[in-house]
């Protein structure tokens, strides 16, 4: 009776400890256009390094990708990367950005798209927001 209760209390410790780590990891950002169109974020690109890596995704349509670039403050952090444009229909997501930097946690993070369809060109503009990470598995390599 005495070792299930010590099992029991031991998990409970693990699954403690586990969440408060997960809790102190800077929190990853998210984002999505007003119409739900695009979803992107931007965390950590492998919980045991300091590197950070941006993905976007968007529902399939016709349109074209002619522009993707991230920005902190109103500053281009990444951009003109594209070799070509996006076919939309073709795939449904893109790194915009890898090997970056931690988030500062009082600048404002946005992602701007440039969509061309039926030859016409609007930009969709995404804010980033942190959200706080619980249970984080490390991935190990």
């Known amino acids: ?12 410790l693990l699954f403690v400890i ?9 929190p990853k950002l998210i984002a ?4 739900g169109k695009f979803d992107a974020v931007y965390t950590v690109s492998h919980s045991l ?6 993905q976007v995704e ?25 070799t070509h444009p996006i076919e939309m229909d073709q795939s449904n997501s893109y790194e915009f ?3 970056g930097a931690e988030p500062n946690p009082t600048s404002v993070y946005t992602l701007r798209i440039s969509v061309e369809e039926e030859g016409k ?19 190990l390599d």
Not at 1 to 12: A, H, Q, Y
Not at 18 to 26: A, D
Not at 32 to 35: E, T, Y
Not at 121 to 139: C, G, Q
Request: hydrophobic share 45%; proline share 4%; no cysteine.
């Open 32 to 35: 999505s256009s007003s119409d």
């Open 121 to 139: 060109t609007h930009e969709e503009i995404l804010t980033f927001k942190p959200r706080k990470r619980l249970f984080v598995l490390p991935a």
């Open 18 to 26: 586990w969440m408060v780590v997960s809790l102190t990891l800077p």
């Open 1 to 12: 009776m005495m070792n299930k209760k010590v099992s029991i209390g031991l998990v409970i």
């Open 49 to 54: 390094k300091e590197t950070w890596a941006g």
């Open 58 to 82: 968007w529902e399939e349509s016709d349109g074209v990708i002619v522009n993707l670039s991230f920005y902190e403050n109103d500053i281009q952090l990444t951009g003109d990367i594209m």
């Open 97 to 99: 950005a890898f090997l």
